[in-house]
């Protein structure tokens, strides 16, 4: 009885040992397969960025290339309005002025200058400017001032006006329709639409770039 109550025992410790061993295998064999996946899930994650900077990079490229693009087609702008505006300067035969004055009594102290035959619409008047700009193109005054009507320009440069006339001031000023301004860091073209409205001219030497 005890021999068989032995076998017995050895017969379940064996199997136990065998299940066991079974066991270990099992669970090597899915640690492995764990560690696999985890390296597949990290080269994914890998590709993964690798994916969103690439996408970043072509964004950016594609940015680039807009701004190229729209860089381009404004060089293309510029360069067709500087050809017309140097076609009409110089397609301008008459071109009559008057120095009223030197340099005003009181700030800004600018040299006023009459120009006769101005036109009345702000794109003709564009091109006067531009036309008294070169005329003017190495005046030392500090501000040159050009205007469309010699009375006006007059009662300026003697001071005979009143600065206080309106809200936006002596409406006189709607017949100065522009000026070099030497006293900046580079020279600068402005032209005025009214006396209350202005803007740069970006021409020559009148430009920041």
Do not use: H
């Amino acid at each position: 009885m005890i021999k068989i109550i032995c076998a017995a025992f050895m017969f379940v410790t064996i199997l136990t040992g065998c299940e066991t061993d079974k066991l270990k295998d099992e669970n090597i064999k899915l640690s492995a397969q764990l560690d696999e996946a985890n390296r597949q899930v990290a080269k994914l994650e890998k590709n993964r960025e690798d994916l969103v900077r690439l996408n970043e990079d072509l964004q950016n490229k594609e940015e680039r290339l807009k701004s190229a693009a729209s860089a381009k087609q404004q060089l293309e702008i510029d360069l067709n309005w500087y050809k017309n505006a140097i076609k009409d300067v110089m397609s301008i035969k008459n071109f009559d002025y008057e120095v009223v004055s030197q340099s005003v009594s009181r700030e800004p102290y600018d040299k006023v200058v009459y120009i006769k035959n101005v036109p009345e619409l702000n794109k003709d008047q564009t091109i006067y400017l531009l036309k008294a700009a070169l005329s003017f193109f190495d005046d030392q005054a500090n501000i040159v001032s050009f205007w469309r009507d010699r009375d006006m320009a007059m009662r300026y440069a003697s001071g005979k006006y009143d600065p206080e006339e309106g809200p936006s001031g002596w409406s006189g000023f709607d017949y100065r329709f522009g000026s070099i301004i030497n006293d900046e860091p580079y020279p600068r073209l402005r032209q005025y639409n009214s006396r209350d409205d202005s803007q740069l001219i970006e021409f020559g030497k009148y430009s920041s770039k």
